[in-house]
């Protein structure tokens, strides 16, 4: 499986945007960008996902490279419940259905 | 709620004891997933089953068996518990056998002792 980077954990503050970043620089033409993250207590739960294209649903926007090598998570205006794991995902269209988690981003946002 | 159930929440057991962890997937869900969630290797696939079939497997433990039912629930039972089995337990499930989203239970948190 394709590998991911992430940075440890990012900070910010509530009712700002907040830009998780992800690289890929392995990622083959047939990958898709899949997030999810796990809020306290929680499993993990599906955020978002993309090909080529920027997507955006009613959770957050995924950014993509245009070399696919580096993606964006973007949470327009950050709440405290957003404070989780994030977890930057690459998913094979003719692989295997499990999702191979990394360590993700560790999100705090602060009042 | 991500309509997947997982049962027991919580289980303490001894070292060397059986336990049986239980999923019910969302309504109409043909695949169940199992993961591990330890402190020091994170989130980790276990195995998966379609329509009662088993489908891939990943880092699961010989101790450790699973199966899914004709009513589509699965149990993941634990064999001859060790310390670091001491983990989350999360089942996820999914429509089919697409690259689909998957949806997570609760998980069930275990402690060997």
């Known amino acids: 499986d394709a590998k991911t980077t992430q940075p440890n954990s990012m900070e910010s503050n509530e009712e700002e945007p907040v830009h998780l970043p992800c690289n890929h620089s392995?990622?083959?033409?047939?990958?898709?960008i899949h997030w999810y993250r796990q809020l306290p207590s929680q499993g993990p739960e599906y955020v978002i996902h993309?090909?080529?294209s920027n997507v955006n649903n009613r959770m957050a926007s995924l950014a993509i490279a245009e070399d696919r090598k580096s993606s964006t998570l973007i949470l327009h205006r950050a709440t405290l419940r957003d404070a989780a794991v994030y977890y930057c995902?690459?998913?094979?269209?003719?692989?295997?259905?499990?999702?191979?988690f990394g360590q993700g981003t560790r999100l705090t946002i602060n009042p | 709620d991500s309509g997947v159930t997982q049962t027991p929440k919580h289980l303490i057991t001894a070292t060397g004891q059986r336990v049986t962890l239980r999923c019910s997937p969302r309504?109409?869900?043909?695949?169940v997933y199992w993961y591990q969630q330890s402190l020091d290797q994170g989130l980790q696939f276990l195995i998966q089953y379609y329509n009662g079939e088993e489908r891939a497997k990943g880092n699961i433990l010989e101790r450790f068996s699973a199966q899914q039912f004709p009513d589509l629930h699965s149990e993941l039972n634990l064999s001859s518990l060790e310390l670091g089995d001491s983990a989350l337990y999360f089942c996820?499930?999914?429509?089919?056998?697409?690259?689909?989203?998957?949806?997570f239970g609760p998980g069930t948190r275990l402690l060997v002792l």
């Open positions: 995902i690459l998913r094979d269209l003719q692989g295997a259905q499990k999702l191979v």
């Open positions: 993309g090909l080529t």
């Open positions: 309504s109409g869900d043909l695949s």
């Open positions: 996820a499930s999914s429509g089919g056998l697409a690259q689909e989203t998957q949806y």
């Open positions: 392995t990622i083959s033409g047939t990958d898709y």
